[in-house]
């Protein structure tokens, strides 16, 4: 196949989005299958450290540079009563999870979790239940993890080892209640009621926290934007973030339409955003609420039946999903479109990391890494300062179902003397001549750039662990003293770039 016409990426140093927050490179665990039971817990495995987690496990997950990790789920979450997991291990109930039909023996809960936040410098980012529980119960977990010693909960604490509080700092009003699937699920209104009730009573534990109400859960739903609206609305101050959802696959096994998806990934943000900024002019209010994506992934062909019924078995093996490169494209293209948009997504959550619809599986003692791992890798090393905005010149096709498409898909984050560029050439059979016009700097040159590119459908198994992994890409072309570098993409690939910038002479 023949190259494709140019395209000619605009930037400026100047036309600034915001700052990208450190927090969209987030992470997700939740009692499911497999996620932490012989995921990032297992006191059997060879790997496992004094604590009884998998140190392999660990290792690959400091490579994703991740800053913020949710928990205990997830429709977990509407069923779990936290004091379930504190205290002595011995001592701790054997329950029918119903959220996923699964036997919890609650071996792993929230000091258990803090350690691994502690070992990885993640934050902590915990989900109440407000399905099952009671807004009381979700105020007493903030006063054990979070107050000094001297009261009921924290020094409770205390007793199971952690006199200093936990301090965790983010704090999700249930998991999609919206959701006529969740365990506790009610209308809006009940909701909102419920929601209010925890969140004042948790502020009042430790002003300091910050709180996500529980946005609609999918684009698709019923209640898409109204059921946002009024959660706002009714919250108010006392909402710092509304959350959004999104799962995301290739199911017509149609490469260019799952490629356009990120037009409605935009969409969805967009859509979210303003109905954050109508509430805040409507309510008349000095502070907006920003957007937490906490939970977003490639998921559809481990969906439905046995995926997801763990037909009452303990760490049953539930929605592991195999992804090739073009589910890692697609991982990239919302992170892309997260930093795109940092003006308003604050906080965002893979979902999830080990097994469960995971960057990295177990098998037994083994580890292998999917091709999305890769991807987000790239990101999360590269991901600190200013959004820039993009304005792209070149060809573009029609999408069924998400409109006119570039070719091109990208990102761009000014970091002082520097600037990380990620670009996606969505051509699924020709290489693109890509020219990058930077206006407002001097000369530029490459400090390191990769690429992520394979066939279309490869993965990563066992025995090719390495069939989808990033490697140096040396395809940039800069003549002296230039700020217009051109490169050509290799057709579906994914080029994460750092240059150096030289002051404006």
């Not at 991982?331 to 893979?350: G, T």
């Not at 890509?434 to 459908?457: H, S, T, W």
């Amino acid at each position: 196949m023949g190259t494709m016409a140019r395209t000619t990426l605009f930037l400026h140093a100047q036309h600034r989005v915001g700052a990208v927050s450190p927090r969209i490179f987030g992470g997700f665990l939740e009692h499911m299958g497999r996620s932490i039971y012989g995921g990032v817990y297992d006191p059997q495995s060879r790997h496992a450290d004094a604590d009884g987690m998998r140190e392999d496990v660990i290792a690959a997950l400091r490579e994703l540079n991740l800053t913020v990790v949710r928990y205990p789920g997830g429709n977990f979450a509407s069923g779990y009563h936290w004091r379930d997991g504190v205290g002595p291990a011995q001592q701790r109930p054997t329950v029918r999870e119903l959220a996923w039909q699964s036997i919890e023996p609650n071996e792993f809960g929230t000091d258990e979790f803090i350690k691994l936040c502690r070992k990885l410098n993640w934050q902590p980012m915990l989900a109440v239940n407000l399905g099952t529980g009671t807004p009381e119960e979700a105020r007493d977990w903030v006063e054990y993890c979070n107050a000094p010693l001297g009261t009921r909960e924290s020094n409770s604490r205390a007793a199971n080892g952690s006199e200093a509080p936990h301090a965790v700092p983010l704090w999700c009003l249930g998991n999609e209640m919206d959701g006529p699937w969740q365990l506790g699920h009610v209308p809006v209104d009940q909701y909102a009621v419920r929601a209010q009730q925890a969140a004042k009573m948790m502020k009042d534990c430790d002003r300091g926290i910050e709180t996500v109400a529980c946005g609609s859960s999918a684009p698709s739903m019923p209640t898409f934007l109204d059921w946002d609206r009024v959660v706002l609305e009714r919250l108010g101050g006392l909402a710092d973030y509304i959350s959004l959802h999104r799962y995301v696959g290739n199911p017509d096994d149609n490469a260019p339409e799952y490629f356009a998806l990120s037009n409605s990934i935009d969409e969805q943000v967009e859509a979210v955003d303003a109905c954050a900024r109508y509430v805040q002019q409507r309510l008349r209010r000095k502070r907006r609420p920003y957007l937490c994506f906490d939970e977003w992934n490639v998921w559809y062909r481990a969906r439905g039946g046995s995926h997801t019924d763990g037909r009452g078995a303990f760490a049953p093996p539930l929605i592991e999903e195999r992804y090739n490169l073009e589910d890692a494209l697609v991982v990239a293209m919302f992170l892309m479109s997260f930093i795109r948009h940092a003006d308003c997504v604050k906080i965002a959550n893979l979902a999830q990391l080990v097994n469960v619809i995971g960057p990295l599986l177990t098998q037994g003692d083994k580890l292998l890494k999917q091709s999305i791992f890769h991807a987000f890798r790239m990101f999360s090393h590269r991901r600190d300062g200013i959004a820039l905005r993009c304005a792209v010149a070149g060809p573009s096709y029609r999408s069924e179902r998400h409109g006119e498409v570039s070719y091109l898909d990208c990102a761009a984050i000014l970091a002082g003397a520097q600037l990380h560029l990620f670009t996606i050439n969505r051509g699924v059979d020709k290489p693109m001549e890509l020219a990058l016009d930077f206006a407002g700097v001097g000369p530029i040159r490459v400090q390191d750039a990769e690429i992520l590119c394979a066939p279309l459908k490869a993965e990563n198994t066992l025995d090719a662990p390495d069939a989808v992994c990033a490697e140096a890409f040396d395809g940039w072309r800069i003549a002296n003293g230039s700020s217009k570098p051109t490169a050509v993409l290799p057709a579906h690939a994914l080029v994460a770039t750092t240059f150096d910038l030289a002051p404006r002479a």
